[in-house]
């Protein structure tokens, strides 16, 4: 750095402590004019009086809002109703309170500049709160308060104009293009607001595809995704394009962009493309009772949720595995439930040579027909599949239609009752047995 530049810098910098010192000085002389006075007092012992008195009235309408809803099913836009007029109704009464005292400052001649600015304040804050009831996302309608209540208290105070000249006087140059933080800030007020018509209209969508039972769960949830990716995508565009910015900017982010999807990101695709295939071929569904090997086991359940990256399955154990879309793509798959809900389960059992083989077989017959979860059509039945090393090889054929609740256990449900009639009726289960010759020591000098 030479001379030159490095008194150009120095003489940056003064002026710029210069002005920030004028404007230090601006703001004293501010407070000296304006809140140092005995007019300045009277507004602010006003402004708390006033805030005590609503206080006390909010909490008695407070308690009554609650007795009211207390003990009864309302409809959820209803409830949400009561909270926002709970939230409100103490702004409300402060303001009439004001109202009061500002009628009662103008009539004795004194001044009400911070009067008129906590009103202006409280009644951004009521406005604001009836306009968010008419947004059903929570977390779109808190974007919104802090928002325009921000914009409203700048507004109130008299700083917004400076604020926006200051965000339009800073700018970034990227190459030939210059964008302001004024730029941005609409871009991202505009997209915003149509990212969250994009989502009100995906609901609706939904809502309605949900009452129509010509389409599958799977093809509804694809129709539904795919139609928020788009709309999503054309929300950002056309945020981008209406403020002004170029898309060719952000040309020199594509090779960048291109390594970073190719590398940290390629697991991340893979599970987006994995999601819409699945939905797409329509091989497993919500609802659906699936089985898939997994690197802890096989994991055995019913599939709750279906996401960009993972389909949640909620297990026998009570527990949900999150098992990536790419897995289920690559890996053998057993849907229980894909085709029809009924499946069948096979038991072996086995009994002794010496046994009644058709009274063992109608036993078992018998015993799945008492348990309850196995369907009576089609029948069960008992077949035999062939002669032993240690029994006669019997299998047990029966169906069910309730998978997600578990086939493990109406198993073991069946066995047991089957056990407990050939106790009853002296069929015998027998278990391996074999034949052991103790033989003595050779002797290598006897004769044979």
């Known amino acids: 750095m030479d001379g030159t530049e490095q008194t150009i810098i120095e003489q940056e910098f003064e002026s710029f402590a210069q002005a920030a010192w004028l404007r230090l000085q ?9 809140l140092l006075t005995l007019a300045s007092a009277y507004q602010l012992v006003a402004i708390a009086v006033t805030l005590a008195l609503a206080w006390l009235l909010h909490s008695r309408f407070k308690r009554l809002l ?12 209803v409830q949400r109703l009561l909270r926002t007029v709970a939230s409100i109704s103490m702004p409300v009464v402060w303001v009439i309170f004001l109202a009061l005292a500002r009628t009662g400052f103008e009539s004795a001649g004194m001044p009400i500049p ?25 977390y779109w309608s808190r974007v919104f308060s802090w928002v325009a209540w921000g914009a409203a208290a700048l507004n109130a105070v008299g700083l917004l104009d400076v604020v926006i000249e200051w965000l339009q006087a800073t700018a970034l140059t990227v190459g030939a293009v210059e964008i302001s933080a004024w730029s941005i800030v609409k871009a991202l007020i505009l997209a915003a607001l149509l990212l969250w018509g994009a989502n009100a209209v995906t609901g609706t969508v939904e809502r309605r595809l949900e009452h129509t039972g010509k389409m ?3 093809l509804r949830l694809l129709v539904v995704r795919l139609l928020r990716l788009v709309l999503l995508t054309l929300a950002v565009i056309v945020a981008i394009a209406a403020v002004g910015i170029d898309l060719t900017a952000f040309a020199i982010f594509s090779g960048a962009l291109g390594v970073g999807v190719g590398l940290a990101l390629r697991r991340t695709f893979e599970n987006l493309i994995a999601s819409y295939s699945l939905l797409a071929d329509e091989s497993i569904k919500p609802g659906d009772v699936i089985e898939i090997e997994t690197v802890s086991g096989p994991t055995y359940g019913q599939v709750r949720k279906m996401t960009t990256r993972y389909v949640a399955v909620m ?6 595995t999150l098992i990536p879309n790419e897995l289920l793509m690559s890996s053998p798959l057993t849907n229980w439930s894909h085709t029809a809900k009924p499946i069948r389960r096979r038991v072996p059992v086995g009994v002794a040579y010496s046994a009644d083989i058709p009274l063992a077989q109608r036993l078992c017959v018998e015993a799945a027909g008492e348990v309850l979860r196995v369907l009576a059509h089609p029948e069960p039945r008992c077949l035999m599949r062939g002669f032993g090393d240690s029994a006669i090889d019997l299998e047990l054929r029966f169906w069910i239609n309730d998978p997600e609740n578990g086939v493990a256990n109406v198993t073991s ?20 047995q074999r034949d052991v010759t103790l033989r003595g020591p050779v002797r290598l000098d006897t004769p044979p």
Request: net charge negative; hydrophobic share 55%; glycine share 6%.
């Open 26 to 34: 601006q703001v004293v002389a501010w407070f000296d004019a304006n």
């Open 66 to 77: 609650q007795e009211l809803g207390q003990g009864r099913k309302l409809a959820p836009a």
């Open 114 to 138: 911070f009067l008129r600015l906590v009103s202006s304040l409280l009644l951004a804050f009521i406005v604001i709160n009836i306009i968010s009831i008419f947004i059903a996302s929570t």
């Open 216 to 218: 599958s769960s799977a």
């Open 315 to 320: 297990t026998r154990d009570g527990t949900e």
């Open 413 to 432: 449900d069946v066995l047991l009752l089957i056990w407990e009639k050939f106790q009853a009726h002296g069929i015998e289960v027998p278990f391996p």
